[in-house]
């Protein structure tokens, strides 16, 4: 069942285009991954979702119904999470989630609800104020407040962008818990962060959506293929050797030898070939699947061509 659907959203600021007729469409109870570079379109798309900013042209169907800048009721059914969240330093985590539960007009209940905001995001326990917060607490607190209201989906601003490796953590584990009550919109340039959580996948660039796929089957659309080589030869110098083959699209030094992202009918019988003529002595040579970086890097390339 398709909760969102944005259908040919157009966005100009003076004569930068910022969006060029935006397609998507988000399914019940997924981890939607909306990726891109920075400046691609992806921000923007959101603020026009949450009426932070007005469309120039284009339709957005939430459950069903099309919506529009001024409409309040569905907005109640949409939690936002922006990349750098923005609290009282001087109340506590849960003085902010009962001041936001009063704002959203929540009575009945209102004190369990915080108290299982605060323990989903794992700051039940914590009584501090919210200026001592970590980068990380601060956004686990979002998280909670936008689960507060009666929320069916999540809309979620690069969450993991101005992270420490551990607060990413956390926050992408929140994110894989949240599948199992709610529909998750996530922005990201950090395509690991998308790798590991999204179910599907809409690729943004220039204001334009390039790909949208499963996350199962996205490395699948582009023919690609990638293998970690391994000679007598430094990583350099045989990354230099390759990197000028038709059928290399990308060449990249890892731990264990090359990796050689190869695009092409028989590019494997091709690189094999190319590796015999060399003076060199092969130890290894092994399949390895292409990563979501590798597939975003090889439609940007397809599309600029």
Do not use: W
Request: glycine share 8%.
């Amino acid at each position: 069942m398709t909760l969102l659907r944005i259908e040919n959203l157009k966005k100009a600021f003076g004569d930068i285009h910022a969006l060029r007729g935006v397609s998507l469409s988000v399914e019940k109870n997924e981890i939607y991954g909306f990726i891109g570079r920075n400046g691609a379109g992806k921000t923007t798309t959101l603020n026009i979702l949450m009426s932070f900013l007005r469309k120039d042209a284009g339709r957005i169907i939430f459950a069903g119904e099309e919506i529009g800048f001024l409409d309040v009721a569905y907005k109640k059914k949409i939690g936002f999470v922006p990349d750098v969240p923005a609290f009282p330093p001087y109340l506590t985590g849960r003085e902010v989630l009962t001041f936001a539960a009063d704002f959203l007009g929540i009575h009945e209940n209102k004190r369990e609800k915080v108290e299982e905001a605060l323990a989903f995001s794992g700051l039940k326990d914590v009584r501090q104020k919210v200026g001592t917060y970590s980068r990380g607490m601060r956004q686990r607190l979002s998280i909670a407040q936008a689960l507060l209201g009666d929320s069916q989906l999540l809309v979620m601003d690069e969450p993991t962008s101005a992270l420490d490796p551990v607060g990413r953590r956390e926050v992408l584990d929140l994110i894989k818990r949240l599948k199992e009550e709610r529909t998750i919109l996530y922005s990201t340039h950090i395509l690991s962060d998308a790798e590991s959580v999204a179910d599907r996948i809409g690729l943004i660039d220039k204001g334009k959506i390039l790909l949208e796929s499963p996350m199962a089957e996205i490395k699948k659309t582009k023919d690609l293929t990638a293998y970690i080589v391994q000679t007598d030869l430094p990583v350099e110098e045989l990354a230099e050797k390759l990197e000028t083959e038709p059928f290399i699209k990308e060449t990249k030094a890892e731990e264990d030898g090359l990796l050689c992202l190869l695009s092409g009918e028989g590019a494997e019988k091709r690189l094999l070939s190319r590796l015999s003529g060399l003076d060199l002595t092969v130890y290894k040579f092994v399949e390895k699947t292409p990563s979501l970086e590798d597939a975003f890097v090889e439609v940007l390339h397809e599309n600029a061509r």
